[in-house]
């Protein structure tokens, strides 16, 4: 059974930092593109970063370049996002997504999402 569960979520007071992990089970991880997305509360869902499986190209959203960071460990099949200089703005219940086709920040192109994990970034 394909599964991801995505982890490490949390408040956090602005300026602060997450580490967000997502763990596979039921497939490779490494075989795959894996993006990080996020959905505020009335808004759309929106692609954060994502990385490729062919070479681990990393591609990020303007509004998270800088601060963000994706990476993967294959040996433990978990993609992370590393979360720095969080803005309230970054509020969102962020997802993993895997897809097998080009790597993308656009929803359409995943097909296995996990449940997702709360961030709130408030004073």
């Known amino acids: 059974q394909v599964q991801l569960v995505e982890s490490g979520g949390g408040l956090v007071q602005p300026g602060g930092s997450l580490r967000l992990s997502c763990a596979a089970s039921g497939f490779t991880l490494d075989d795959y593109a894996i993006g990080w997305f996020r959905q505020a509360p009335g808004k759309g869902r929106e692609g954060v970063s994502c990385i490729s499986s062919s070479d681990g190209s990393t591609y990020y959203a303007d509004s998270v370049k800088g601060r963000f960071t994706i990476s993967r460990d294959n040996a433990k099949n978990t993609v992370y996002l590393q979360m720095n200089s969080l803005k309230p703005e970054d509020t969102a219940v962020y997802l993993c997504?895997?897809?097998?086709?080009?790597?993308?920040?656009?929803?359409?192109?995943?097909?296995?999402w996990g449940q997702g994990t709360q961030v709130t970034v408030s004073s």
């Open positions: 997504a895997a897809g097998d086709g080009p790597v993308s920040l656009y929803v359409e192109m995943y097909d296995y």
